[in-house]
Nanobody, 125 residues
């Protein structure tokens, strides 16, 4: 089992930056996909970034490419999401998720097994 706790959310003006962190505990050594999702009110949950722990591969949604960076600090068992050049449309609840023991990163949120509680990001114009 993997337990996940997000932190780092808050309110920021458009153009600003935030860094989200996801602290993992439990089975943190098996190779799996770790991902950040977001969900705004009335919208579907979408994957914004993913990180495959087996080889360090990263993946980004088109809407955040060039602005967001996902990384992992293995020593601290922490997954981070650096968010720059934030826009009002980035406003959402952001969730950290861990996938099954696969060798690639799935796209559908239903493929992910473990979820954090979420952290709110609000970007004002």
């Amino acid at each position: 089992q993997v337990q996940l706790v997000e932190s780092g959310g808050g309110s920021v003006q458009a153009g600003g930056s935030l860094r989200l962190s996801c602290a993992a505990s439990g089975d943190t050594y098996s190779s799996r996909c770790m991902a950040w999702f977001r969900q705004a009110p009335g919208k579907e949950r979408e994957r914004v970034a993913a990180f495959y722990t087996g080889d360090g591969s990263t993946y980004y949604a088109d809407s955040v490419k060039g602005r967001f960076t996902v990384s992992r600090d293995n020593a601290k068992n922490t997954l981070s999401l650096q968010m720059n050049s934030l826009r009002p449309e980035d406003t959402a609840m952001y969730y950290c998720a861990a996938g099954p023991l696969m060798n690639w990163c799935p796209w559908p949120p239903t493929s992910y097994v473990y979820w954090g509680q979420g952290t709110q990001v609000t970007v004002s114009s």
